[in-house]
T-cell receptor, first 117, second 112 residues
Framework: GAVVSQHPSRVICKSGTSVKIECRSL??????MFWYRQFPKKSLMLMATSNEGSKATYEQGVEKDKFLINHASLTLSTLTVTSAHPEDSSFYIC?????????????FGPGTRLTVL | KNQVEQSPQSLIILEGKNCTLQCNYTVSPFSNLRWYKQDTGRGPVSLTI?????NTKSNGRYTATLDADTKQSSLHITASQLSDSASYICVVTSGGSYIPTFGRGTSLIVHP
């Protein structure tokens, strides 16, 4: 159990377009979801924390108007990269936190590779 | 400032050998410490999770230890296999905020 999916797994887009990435918890409810980006051979960098039904909390340096996060239900969060530029090319990973667990277990999605041309 | 430091940054070993990865942290207050395995181009997969009262946790050939007093953890891999080649990430979660702090990871390469 505790599977998290992301869609799409890979996306290539032109500079200036917007891209939406979905993160779903398939078999559990997640009150909190996290969005990360990862550059090659680097560690994951937390971008934002998303709680169902409320606004996301963004980490310092992350533009909230560029990376729009919506967490409309307990099983779905979306990240929209608006007006994407080549420097936004990265590996984006979400994680979902199993609700009501003392160990606040996070389960990671498989990631989405974004390439902006 | 909460920090998680991992060592070594990279490690190359021969198949069948054992190895130990280190994780030191300054996260406070402490909630839990997790080790993840991340294959290239994939999301991290949880190997072990330990809370304050646990000092050893095993998952097959992976054994994690935790010393909450010295704020150190280790991940021991026994009888390494080629499929163990991956990045191993130590993540420490702060109590209260439950925001995780990630280490930079140790890149492990297992050669035949």
């Amino acid at each position: 159990g505790a599977v998290v999916s992301q869609h799409p797994s890979r996306v290539i887009c032109k500079s200036g377009t917007s891209v939406k990435i979905e993160c779903r918890s398939l078999d559990f409810q997640a009150t909190t979801m996290f969005w990360y980006r990862q550059f090659p051979k680097k560690s994951l960098m937390l971008m934002a924390t998303s709680n169902e039904g409320s606004k996301a909390t963004y980490e310092q340096g992350v533009e909230k108007d560029k990376f729009l996060i919506n967490h409309a239900s307990l099983t779905l969060s979306t990240l929209t990269v608006t007006s994407a530029h080549p420097e936004d090319s990265s590996f984006y990973i979400c994680s979902a936190q199993l609700a009501g667990t003392a160990a606040d277990t996070q389960y990671f999605g498989p990631g989405t590779r974004l390439t902006v041309l | 400032k909460n920090q998680v430091e991992q060592s070594p940054q990279s490690l190359i070993i021969l198949e069948g050998k054992n190895c130990t990865l280190q994780c030191n942290y300054t996260v406070s207050p402490f909630s839990n410490l997790r080790w993840y395995k991340q294959d290239t181009g994939r999301g991290p997969v949880s190997l072990t999770i330990m809370t304050f009262s646990e000092n050893t946790k095993s998952n097959g050939r992976y054994t994690a230890t935790l010393d909450a007093d010295t704020k150190q953890s280790s991940l021991h891999i026994t009888a390494s296999q080629l499929s163990d080649s991956a990045s191993y990430i130590c993540v420490v979660t702060s109590g209260g905020s439950y925001i995780p702090t990630f280490g930079r990871g140790t890149s492990l390469i297992v050669h035949p």
